[in-house]
């Protein structure tokens, strides 16, 4: 399970937010297991007053922070980072310097979904390690 927030500047975020959907989705499933028809996305666009850009980044600056279950492993989180850095410049022109992603890792029973703690569920999938 995850949930991603991408936020961004609304001029560069709302013309890709289908395609970054689909690269965020895609990195998600190869890198961390998830599954192919579940996609829990959450867009932010902003105004540049309220998203300002750090020095040395451009107006293409884009954060996301995606909470998903503890477990994984370390390599498998730098896959997901490699997968969406990669993703990123190739099909949406968004360069490495412009990316920022921070993982909130919690334990399953720190969620509830479909009305049970998460560490009750039955998921139809494996947590990638």
Do not use: C, N
């Amino acid at each position: 399970m995850a949930q991603v927030k991408v936020y961004g500047r609304a001029g560069v975020l709302e013309p890709l937010r289908a395609r970054l959907s689909d690269v965020v989705h895609a990195a998600a499933v190869e890198a961390l297991g998830l599954p192919a028809d579940k996609r829990f996305h959450r867009f932010f666009p902003m105004t540049a007053d309220d998203f300002p850009t750090p020095a040395g980044r451009t107006e293409r600056y884009t954060v996301l922070e995606v909470v998903l279950f503890a477990g994984r492993s370390v390599a498998t989180k730098k896959r997901f980072y490699a997968l969406l850095i990669e993703g990123f410049a190739a099909e949406l022109g968004i360069e490495p310097l412009d990316l920022e992603v921070t993982l909130i890792e919690t334990p399953r029973h720190d969620w509830a979904i479909r009305g049970l703690p998460g560490d009750e569920l039955d998921l139809p999938y494996r947590v990638a390690q």
